[in-house]
C-alpha cells in the first residue's frame, strides 16, 4: 500500500519512471517511512542503504535524487507546496525532497487512521 501512495506522490510531482533516480528516491522514501531517524543523517543512514541496493555510490543516488528535485522546482512548484502543506520559499535539497514526500504520506496516514 504505502508504494502506491509513495507512486501517486512522485507522480503528481512530475516524476516518472524514465528518471534514472526515480526508484532510487522511492526507496530512499520507503526507508524514511520505516525509520524516521535515517532522515538525521541523510548521507550515511539513507543514501548509503539505497546505493547498496541498486549498486552504485551514495553520491549517485544524491546527484539522481538532487536532478529530480530541481526539476521538481522548476516545473512542479505549486504542487510541491501543497504536498509539502506550506509555501517553501528556497530551492529545496534532496534531502529536503525526501522529508517532504515522507512527512506528506506521514500525515496522510494519520489522518486515514483517525
Known amino acids: 500500500m504505502?508504494?502506491?501512495i509513495i507512486d501517486d506522490r512522485?507522480?503528481?510531482l512530475g516524476v516518472?519512471?524514465?528518471y534514472k533516480g526515480y526508484n532510487q528516491l522511492?526507496?530512499?522514501?520507503?526507508?524514511?517511512?520505516?525509520d524516521e531517524d535515517?532522515?538525521?543523517?541523510?548521507?550515511?543512514?539513507?543514501?548509503?542503504?539505497?546505493?547498496?541496493?541498486?549498486?552504485?555510490?551514495?553520491?549517485?543516488v544524491y546527484r539522481n535524487i538532487k536532478t529530480i528535485s530541481e526539476n521538481i522546482w522548476k516545473y512542479?512548484?505549486?504542487t510541491l507546496c501543497m504536498i509539502a502543506g506550506y509555501k517553501i520559499t528556497?530551492?529545496?535539497?534532496?534531502?529536503d525532497l525526501v522529508s517532504i514526500?515522507?512527512?506528506?504520506?506521514?500525515?496522510?496516514?494519520?489522518?486515514n487512521a483517525s
Open 10 to 12: 512522485m507522480r503528481a
Open 101 to 111: 514526500l515522507v512527512a506528506n504520506i506521514q500525515r496522510s496516514q494519520y489522518r
Open 16 to 18: 516518472t519512471k524514465n
Open 90 to 95: 528556497n530551492q529545496i535539497t534532496a534531502t
Open 38 to 60: 535515517r532522515l538525521y543523517n541523510v548521507s550515511k543512514r539513507l543514501y548509503n542503504l539505497v546505493a547498496q541496493s541498486f549498486g552504485c555510490s551514495c553520491c549517485s
Open 76 to 78: 512542479n512548484y505549486t
Open 26 to 34: 522511492k526507496r530512499s522514501v520507503e526507508l524514511g517511512l520505516e
Open 2 to 4: 504505502k508504494n502506491i
